[in-house]
T-cell receptor, first 111, second 114 residues
């Protein structure tokens, strides 16, 4: 059983469409992070959210941390082929030290 | 500015052989980690070192050992490789463990055990 459940696990859409990826848990997290991983490379940090209800924007990407700090979402506006990759959410549970990962969402943007 | 460097990038082992995966970081980070990545399972923590001189087990430590050689280097050893250890292994580092600190990952070691 994954501590962090991501949905969907696979998503294939056309260039220009919008999409949302979800990261859910029954546990409270002190922080949540989103990473993007390309084939043959390690994950690269996109953003960290630490406050319940926090919203952060990174160009066309919007990240939100749930009010109860149990979930997060990643919204991409007007997706581009360069957004293709594996998106991973990861979090540190309240009182813990270690980062745990969701199983990932494999995103494909078709031209 | 290399970040986190892992060697080797690829390795094929026979069942029962041993090997050590090397990891070094040049960012003066205190904490270092070893993860394995398998399809559909995300990244699972094998071992971590919160600071120089300390190591602790993660979620899947069986069959592995680690050494925090100094602040820069953290190695992962497989004493007797098994096919179940076929995976992609990632080393990561962070300023500190815990809330809010992002991890920097190496580019991975793809290990196949036959």
């Amino acid at each position: 059983t994954q501590l962090l459940e991501q949905s969907p696990q696979f998503l294939s859409i056309q260039e220009g469409e919008n999409l949302t990826v979800y990261c859910n848990s029954s546990s409270v997290f002190s922080s949540l992070q989103w990473y993007r991983q390309e084939p043959g490379e390690g994950p690269v940090l996109l953003v960290t959210v630490v406050t319940g209800g926090e919203v952060k924007k990174l160009k066309r990407l919007t990240f939100q941390f749930g009010d109860a700090r149990k979930d997060s979402s990643l919204h991409i506006t007007a997706a581009q082929p360069g957004d293709t990759g594996l998106y991973l959410c990861a979090g540190v549970r309240q009182g813990a030290q270690k980062l745990v990962f969701g199983q990932g969402t494999r995103l494909t943007i078709n031209p | 500015n290399a970040g986190v460097t892992q060697t080797p990038k690829f390795q094929v082992l026979k069942t029962g052989q041993s090997m050590t995966l090397q990891c070094a970081q040049d960012m003066n980070h205190n904490s270092m980690y070893w993860y394995r990545q398998d399809p559909g399972m995300g990244l699972r923590l094998i071992y971590y070192s919160a600071s120089e001189g300390t190591t602790d087990k993660g979620e899947v430590p069986n069959g592995y050992n680690v050494s925090r050689l100094n602040k820069r280097e953290f190695s992962l050893r497989l004493e007797s490789a098994a096919p179940s250890q076929t995976s992609v292994y990632f080393c990561a580092s962070s300023v500190l463990g815990g809330k809010g600190y992002g991890y920097t990952f190496g580019s991975g070691t793809r290990l196949t055990v036959v």
